[in-house]
């Protein structure tokens, strides 16, 4: 299911692309080795290389992506990086630059029409699965929106374990989470499915073991493992979508600079007993009882507490402090910045009805560290 360098060479010389759009994180595609492949395997083409500047996905930075592209006319749009650089390259190969742009985000209602391009990826982290999903972020005005259309999906992805490898190991840590946060929150998401099921469980197989490993001693071997399970996470949310942890993740990266993943992990063992607790108050169509067994048949644990004690474990091995003191995260300070953050849509998919005053109640009770 990974890829070799020799797949991309095939691919970039064997298609009719004369111009190549290549969107990246400066840093990561220098120590990725991605950039010295590309300059080796591109021959006879017109190349501009785009750098993204910021690490959250603004609307301000998206529109000169936007406008880069457009001026430039392409016939194929690379993305190599994380999340972020993917989700760019994904919204600016759909969407025009327009007077009420804004107000189209914000308000879920741009008009999807057709792509501008081919669009490739190749992602340089294991966590999202973006190179699969048919949703991507951007923030308006620190606040989190999702764009979702079949359009979105990229046409082409590889994954290159040796990319992976050079990247920091706080990111490797909160992209990792992120996998296993996705596939955990697909099971239990209200619009989950026999297809989702089955791509989240195969993802978790891998994941819950390489994980650590691949954070703290990466190598080929459970690089490509991580990959693999981040695609299938991917694939599994394309599907199901995201509930709690992720609704509540994003204003605390918008306002305290918490990265994804880690932001997800904040209070993940919090929501995942708020719906534990609240099995009679289910608004699946499937026996969610059922379901968080099979979550603890995944990750080899008997009940909602050794689960919680897992994932505790996890976060601990992986570096990813929950301490708010020790993140400089103050709740009654920020509460209503941080409701207001929240995105509504994943709050939806949550297997039980949650509502604000739930959330505050939840993130406030967190004052220490749980591991």
């Known amino acids: 299911m990974v890829n070799s360098t020799e797949d991309i060479k095939k691919f970039i010389n064997d298609k009719s692309f004369k111009k190549i ?5 400066k840093k990561s595609f220098v120590t990725s080795g991605a950039d010295k492949l590309l300059k080796e395997i591109i021959i006879n083409k017109q190349i501009k290389v785009f750098y993204k ?29 994380g ?18 742009l804004k107000d189209l985000i914000i308000n879920y209602s741009y008009p999807f029409k057709k792509k501008y391009s081919k669009l490739a990826v190749i992602p340089t982290t294991a966590g999202s699965g973006a190179e699969v999903t048919s949703n991507a972020v951007i923030y308006v005005d620190g606040i989190k929106h999702s764009f979702e259309s079949e359009l979105l ?8 374990p040796e990319f992976l490898i ?28 026999e297809q989702s099921v089955e791509y989240a469980s195969k993802s978790l197989r891998v994941s819950v073991n390489s994980f650590i ?20 996470a991917g694939k599994a949310i394309s ?35 708020f719906n534990f607790d609240n099995l009679d108050k289910s608004e699946t169509s499937f026996d969610l009882k059922e379901r968080f067994n099979l979550i603890f048949n995944l990750l080899d644990v008997k009940d909602i507490n050794s689960f919680n004690s897992k994932i505790s474990l996890i976060k601990k091995h992986a570096k990813l402090e929950d301490n708010l003191e020790t993140l400089n995260i103050n709740i ?33 009770q967190q004052k220490i560290s749980t591991y």
């Open 21 to 25: 759009f290549v969107l990246c994180g």
């Open 53 to 81: 500047k910021l690490d959250i996905p603004n609307l301000e930075e998206l529109i000169e992506i936007i406008n880069e592209i457009k001026n430039f006319k392409p016939d194929l749009i690379l993305a190599v990086g």
């Open 83 to 100: 999340g972020a650089v993917i989700d760019y390259a994904k919204i600016a190969n759909v969407v025009d630059v327009r007077e009420n």
């Open 153 to 160: 999906i990229p046409d082409n992805f590889f994954l290159i």
């Open 166 to 193: 050079s990247a920091p190991n706080k990111i490797k840590a909160s992209a990792g989470f992120d996998a296993i946060a996705q596939a955990l929150e697909s099971l239990v998401s209200k619009k989950s499915n």
């Open 213 to 232: 490993s691949f954070v703290n001693d990466p190598n080929m071997k459970n690089a490509a493992e991580m990959s693999i399970a981040a695609n299938l």
């Open 239 to 273: 599907i199901s979508k995201t509930t709690a942890p992720h609704a509540a993740s994003y204003p605390f990266t918008s306002l305290f600079n918490i990265s994804h993943g880690h932001a997800v992990g904040l209070f993940f063992e919090s929501f995942f007993k």
């Open 332 to 364: 009654s300070r920020n509460s209503e910045r941080i409701i207001k953050g929240i995105n509504l849509l994943r709050l939806g998919n949550n297997p039980v009805k949650i509502d604000e005053n739930d959330i505050v109640n939840i993130i406030s």
